[in-house]
């Protein structure tokens, strides 16, 4: 793969540099045949291209594809940078972003996990070896802390009503988008503290299970809901004394205060409201 994206780029004039971020550049990311290969062409200019999108057939039998600059729902800029995410009939997906010269010198620093592969002119900047240290759990603030605790507390209110209605889509939806991305944010800095915030997590916490224990990470898989009132709500509540848990190590461990009036009240009005619904 690397063969072929090089010689690809070597044999087109227009093509003048290749650099490769993500997974397959940090050291610390697990290997596997499911890594994409996210790469950047420097061109000259990016409109030829993409008014002539059958140069991508040079990568091989493309399976399925998107055009992500081409979306209604996200603002652009063509003329600068151009994406393809291609999915091969062989199993292999390359991301590929077309740079103009000028914006490919501008935004070459702004992610650490970067490689120059291919530089026919010397015109990119020199840039230090590959790192994710960018992506390393950050040490919160106090008031991060708090407005996160204080988000969990609050919209857990969102879930109780929505347990007394039966809305299991609402539900589902508050548990994992809202009340979920606090914990991984609070777990993280758990595991931030333990490894004196050296490490990454991961998207959505996903390598969070290399730096907590067995147990704690099957109650963490124990809090996502399924298709019915009872899982939800027996989610919740594993989610709820996690949280709390979680919370109140943190605050240990680094000073902060922790306003358990206002984890208590929130947990009452949930215990509140499941009463309510088998009176229902």
């Not at 397959?24 to 499911?34: C, M, V, Y």
């Amino acid at each position: 793969m690397y063969d072929l994206i090089l010689q690809i780029a070597q044999g087109d004039e227009r093509i003048r540099a290749v650099y490769m971020n993500g997974s397959r550049t940090n050291k610390n990311a697990p290997k596997d045949i499911f890594q994409d290969y996210d790469i950047v062409y420097v061109v000259k200019e990016t409109a030829p291209f993409i008014q002539d999108k059958t140069w991508i057939n040079k990568f091989g039998e493309i399976s399925f594809m998107q055009y992500p600059d081409e979306s209604p729902y996200f603002p652009s800029d063509k003329e600068n940078s151009y994406g393809y995410l291609m999915m091969f009939k062989d199993g292999n997906r390359i991301d590929l972003t077309l740079q103009s010269e000028l914006y490919a010198k501008a935004h070459i620093k702004d992610d650490k996990l970067c490689k120059i592969l291919l530089d026919k002119d010397n015109l990119l900047p020199q840039i230090p070896q590959a790192t994710d240290e960018d992506y390393h759990v950050q040490k919160p603030t106090e008031e991060q802390f708090l407005s996160s605790c204080n988000e969990f507390w609050w919209c857990l209110n969102n879930v109780a009503k929505g347990l007394w209605r039966g809305e299991l889509p609402y539900v589902n939806d508050m548990l994992s988008f809202v009340l979920r991305k606090e914990l991984e944010k609070l777990i993280s800095w758990k595991i931030g503290i333990k490894t004196d915030f050296s490490v990454s997590t991961g998207k959505s916490a996903k390598y969070m299970y290399k730096w907590i224990s067995e147990e704690e990470y099957k109650t963490y898989l124990s809090t996502y809901s399924c298709g019915s009132i009872e899982d939800c709500r027996e989610a919740t509540f594993r989610m709820v004394k996690l949280f709390s848990e979680t919370a109140l190590l943190v605050a240990k461990s680094l000073g902060f205060e922790y306003n358990q009036d206002e984890e208590k009240a929130s947990i009452e009005y949930l215990q509140k409201t499941q009463h309510l619904l088998h009176q229902n």
